[in-house]
């Protein structure tokens, strides 16, 4: 059955193939074109440096009118990220737009890692760590970097 969402889930997953952005991955899951699997590498110079980060992104037929809902399936320390793994970001929720494609959302969460809204935290112990000990910060993503090269 083709939809218009799973026609332009089709699309975006050609473009990822095609012209893939740096540190990032992402294709369907066992022939399911509504569930995608994904993988971010921590960006290069950062304490995520190194880092493997899997997410599952989750798409409904509304895609992409609406958002994908997008989880870590790896541990993070972030404050920007639950600790069931979803995200707090902008264009996954109030600034979503239909001209996002999925290159742009795990392009986006690449450079929140490095970026983080403190101002609207999801963990708010990674948030006060972030703003007042960076190098404890640093030293907390530097473990969860050692970890996702042996998680499953």
Known sequence: MSTPARKRLMRDFKRLQQDPPAGISGAPQDNNIMLWNAVIFGPDDTPWDGGTFKLTLQFTEDYPNKPP????????????????????????????????????????????????????????????????????????????????????
């Not at 707090?88 to 290159?103: E, F, G, H, R, T």
């Open 69 to 152: 809902t997008v989880r870590f399936v790896s541990r993070m320390f972030h404050p920007n990220i639950y600790a069931d793994g979803s995200i707090c970001l902008d264009i996954l929720q109030n600034q979503w737009s239909p001209i996002y494609d999925v290159a742009a959302i795990l392009t986006s969460i690449q450079s929140l890692l490095c970026d983080p809204n403190a101002s609207s935290p999801a963990n708010s112990e990674a948030a006060r760590m972030f703003s007042e000990n960076k190098r404890e910060y640093n030293r907390r993503v530097r473990e969860i970097v050692e970890q996702s090269w042996t998680a499953d």
